[in-house]
């Protein structure tokens, strides 16, 4: 399976914040989720691939091209969404449509009305008086109608409720059914990807923490219940968190056979995907 | 084609503006030259042409500061950067152009207005051109709001300099009816263009290392 974007020690400095050699790889045909809590450097990640700020150093390739040497052929095949309030507002859809479909060189109209009748978007409506969910959609209305073989998406389903979230991800869906070579999103809401995605990055105070495919991911992890008195100093360091309680503790682990010879009796359940994340940041299990 | 596309974006999003700076343009000449007789119509297109594009220019720019994402959604298209500068400065001359129309049919109804001649349009290029040579570059640097309240000062006090530089002892440029107009308006345009030219080349220089929202 070819990578379609492969960025490695990728680095990237702010006053108080930096992305710290940052590497990871898209594969092909894949549902890829970003995950990190807020502040983690996921939309400087972001941003920093697409150029939009300038990186320290690193590499950065999409479809195994050059991204400094090929941006605009290479942007001509990714679609983007921003997340909320990346249009002129007093425009109507219509208008804004049209600035963005003169920039790539395969806008499909036809897609385009598609989208637009699919979500039940009017393009002679004004692009302010959108609710949150409705500008999604039209983000993706956008991001969808120049044939991308790439989706790049930034938080996009933070604030939506569950009905737009559902869509959402059900366009996603189709889109890989129908052709896209893949799909790129940043979230916290990890919910999401317990859905929808294929492989997952972490990232955590500017590092990628971790870059694996779910199934094996939620595979690995256990979160482990017991009696805190049985814990040992040693024990203790086969944990990525632990909480405690007057009642015992909850601990999440990827030594889970360790765990177990040490501690035959304790409760282990499969993880969420946010418990992966909040157990990697150092939060309660 | 991606310059124009980018500059109908430029007009798009003031849109509700370009109408109301347009009869400004029309009317500023004729106000203008009954107010004050002395400087016939001339003065009037000088004024109309510094304020449309200054306000236009600074409209544009408000609205590129109210949404800063969405300059940055251009930019992860395959619109360049240097497309997105180019496209202000076109939209400043394609303002320009328009004054110059709006001003030689009025003093082709209006022959009190003075003469819309070459060498008039050619002088109101540099002016225009300098402007916006400065303007820009050093609102791609400082941002919106810094360069606002410079500029803003400078335009307000222009209907009270000009007048006061057009009387200034001392101030003839008779010398030049001895050159041909072709070539004093010539070596004008020619300055203007590479004014603007330099100018567009470090606000491109600018914007290219700008992070974007």
Known sequence: ?285 | MMVFALLKKDFLIVKKYVLIMLLLVILIPPVMRWRTPEFTGVLGFILSVIFSVFMLLQYVSLKEYQFPKAAALLCATPFSRKAMVLSKYIFCMAVYVICCIVFKLETLMIPELGTADIKLFALMFLVTAGFIGLYLPVQYQLGYEKTKIAFMVVIMASPIILPLLLRMEGFHLDFLSMVSPYVISGGIVLLGAVFLSVSAFLSMRIYAKADLA
């Open chain 1, 1 to 285: 399976m070819n990578d379609i974007l492969t960025v490695s020690g990728l680095n990237k400095s702010y006053g108080d914040f930096s992305l710290q050699d940052v590497t990871f790889s898209l594969p092909e045909g894949c549902i890829t989720g970003f995950i990190g809590v807020n502040g983690a450097g996921k939309t400087t990640t972001l941003r920093t691939i697409l150029g939009l700020t300038a990186k320290s150093s690193g590499n950065i390739r999409f479809f195994g091209r050059d991204f400094e040497q090929n941006e605009r052929q290479i942007k001509d095949r990714i679609g983007i969404v921003l997340g909320d309030g990346c249009f002129y507002e007093e425009l109507t859809l219509s208008e804004m449509k049209s600035i963005i479909a003169s920039a790539y060189s395969s806008w499909s109209e036809q897609d385009f009305k598609r989208y637009m009748e699919l979500f039940s978007l009017d393009p002679k409506q004004k692009i302010n008086t959108l609710s949150k969910g409705m500008r999604m959609k039209y983000a993706l209305a956008l991001a969808l109608s120049h044939h991308a073989e790439l989706l790049i998406m930034d938080e996009p389903t933070s604030g939506l409720d569950p009905l737009v979230r559902s869509q959402l991800l059900k366009t996603l869906v189709e889109y890989m059914k129908n052709g896209g070579k893949g799909v790129f999103f940043s979230t916290h809401i990890t919910s999401d990807l317990d859905k929808i995605a294929d492989t997952l990055i972490m990232i955590d105070n500017g590092r990628i923490v971790f870059q694996e495919d779910k199934d094996a991911l939620l595979d690995t992890y256990r979160i482990v219940k017991g009696d805190s008195r049985s814990l040992t100093a040693e024990i203790r360091k086969l944990f990525s968190a632990i909480s405690e309680t007057e009642f015992g503790f909850t601990g999440i682990t990827k030594n889970v056979s360790e765990v177990r010879s040490y501690l035959p009796d304790v409760l282990t359940e499969r993880p969420s995907i946010e418990d992966i994340m909040l157990g990697n940041v150092g939060g309660a299990a």
